[in-house]
């Protein structure tokens, strides 16, 4: 069954067909891309959804290229990617997090993520944080649906090597107040 990602921060230049090349580009197979527009204007309005051939594919892909530069855009941008709800409800399932910080100006989202994932199959995603030029400031989060699995990786992983050049350092990530 086809599933689908979010890709926002798009340019008003940047069409399906654009969409569609920066995926292939990255080795990425799409099924459609769907530009949303303002439906009084038509103008794009900066983000759309993009088809794949099923859900492992879509995450796949999340995990491997958000935040990685969008080949052909100018001014630089960076994928922007999340899970497409399409005005469903939420997944309310809880999520355990962790902070993971001294990480290298090279690992990025999908390195952060399998890093995790390969021990703890609970891992749901990575995130590193960059600045406004795009570049890491050192620290990122890591999802995870088991609060054992969250609890085991904090004490397995602490100091570990194999994340970039230094030992990573982990703590609970505090939830943000909603």
Request: glycine letters at 10%; a neutral charge; charged letters at 25%.
């Amino acid at each position: 069954m086809a599933a689908s990602l979010w890709m926002g921060d798009l340019e008003p230049y940047m069409d399906e067909n654009f969409v569609s090349r920066a995926f292939a580009t990255m080795g990425e197979l799409v099924l459609s891309v769907k530009i949303i527009r303002n439906r009084l204007t038509g103008i794009p309005a900066g983000y759309c959804f993009v088809e794949f051939a099923d859900l492992a594919t879509a995450e796949k892909c999340l995990h491997k290229i958000n935040g990685k530069p969008l080949p052909g855009a100018t001014p630089a941008k960076r994928f922007k990617l999340n899970y497409a709800t399409y005005g469903k409800q939420p997944d309310n399932s809880p999520e355990y997090s962790l902070f993971v910080g001294d990480l290298t100006p090279d690992v990025d989202d999908g390195m952060l993520y399998e890093f995790f994932v390969k021990v703890y199959p609970s891992c749901r995603g990575g995130k590193v944080v960059l600045d406004q030029a795009g570049v890491s400031r050192g620290y990122g989060f890591v999802k995870f649906t088991d609060e054992l699995e969250q609890k085991r990786a904090l004490t397995e992983c602490q100091g570990a090597v194999g994340l970039g050049s230094k030992p990573v350092r982990l703590s609970v990530a505090i939830p943000k107040a909603t």
